[in-house]
């Protein structure tokens, strides 16, 4: 981590941008300046500010994804310096603030790289194919009854804390643009044992499982590639771990 900014709470940072006005034409780096912008500001925020002043003098905005700016949906999501949603571990980018910077840093900000996530502009690419992942079996389609129902329904602790702990999951992609093969295997993986963890999950556990994989393939992502780059990166730290037991699961 580098150290934070100067006794003024506020610091100047260099921006090194992907522009690219569409998917059909070549992108390159873009440099800006931002001067002395508070230390308490978010990454995200750091670019609406930007982004004022590109509208002020008549510039097209930098485009980037987000929406609830706290970590849980999952839209946010690009690489600062090299690495997906930056330096700070368990932190989705829209979680990163400016003070984890040194003053003068100078910030590469690019999109996610992946065949499966076609660029659609500047930081933004399409992830549809992680939606289609999920409609291919990442669902529970069997009558579970109503709320009563579950409740009845007795769940060991630690299983329930398991289960839980993969369907943090909030499906940024982090895992595909970090992984050499840009495998998608975390994230189904987590999606399989959030499902497959639990008894409302057990009726299309198997079929489930080889219905994701084989649309993993067809959608253009790679195998894993055993480096753990995607737990190292994943922002709600889901273990790696759980790509063995997928495997194991679709047999
Ligand atoms: S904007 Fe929702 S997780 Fe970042």
């Known amino acids: 981590m580098t150290s934070l900014s100067g006794a003024s709470g506020s610091l100047?940072?260099?921006?090194?941008?992907?522009r690219q006005d569409n998917p059909g034409e070549p992108?390159?780096?873009?440099?800006?300046?931002?001067?002395?912008?508070?230390?308490d500001l978010s990454l995200l925020e750091a670019l609406d500010q930007l982004n004022e002043?590109?509208?002020?003098?008549?510039?097209?905005?930098?485009?980037?994804e987000h929406d609830c700016r706290e970590g849980i949906c999952g839209s946010c999501g690009f690489l600062v310096n090299g690495q997906a949603h930056g330096p700070r571990a368990a932190t989705s980018v829209c979680q990163l603030y400016l003070?984890?910077?040194a003053d003068g840093a100078t910030l590469t900000l690019e999109p996610w790289r992946s065949r499966a996530f076609p660029p659609i502009q500047d930081l933004v690419v399409e992830r549809s194919a992680l939606d289609r992942l999920i409609a291919a079996g990442g669902y529970c389609s069997v009558n579970t009854g109503q709320a009563p129902d579950g409740n009845a329904m007795l769940i060991g602790q630690e299983q329930a804390a398991s289960a839980f702990a993969t369907a943090t999951c909030i499906g940024c992609g982090?895992?595909?643009?970090?992984c050499r093969n840009a495998s998608a295997s975390l994230f189904v993986a987590a999606k399989l044992a959030h499902l497959g963890q639990l008894p409302q999950g057990q009726?299309?556990?198997?079929?489930?499982?080889?219905?994701m994989q084989q649309q993993m393939t067809a959608e253009g992502f790679g195998s894993c590639s055993s480096n753990l780059e995607c737990e190292a990166v994943c922002p709600k730290q889901i273990s790696a771990d759980w790509i063995s037991w997928m495997h194991r699961e679709a047999r």
């Open 203 to 211: 009726p299309e556990r198997r079929r489930r499982a080889r219905a």
């Open 12 to 18: 100047s940072l260099n921006l090194r941008i992907w």
């Open 99 to 101: 003070r984890q910077f």
């Open 174 to 178: 982090a895992c595909v643009a970090s």
């Open 27 to 39: 992108g390159a780096y873009r440099s800006f300046r931002l001067e002395r912008v508070g230390a």
């Open 53 to 64: 002043q590109l509208i002020a003098t008549g510039e097209r905005p930098v485009h980037f």
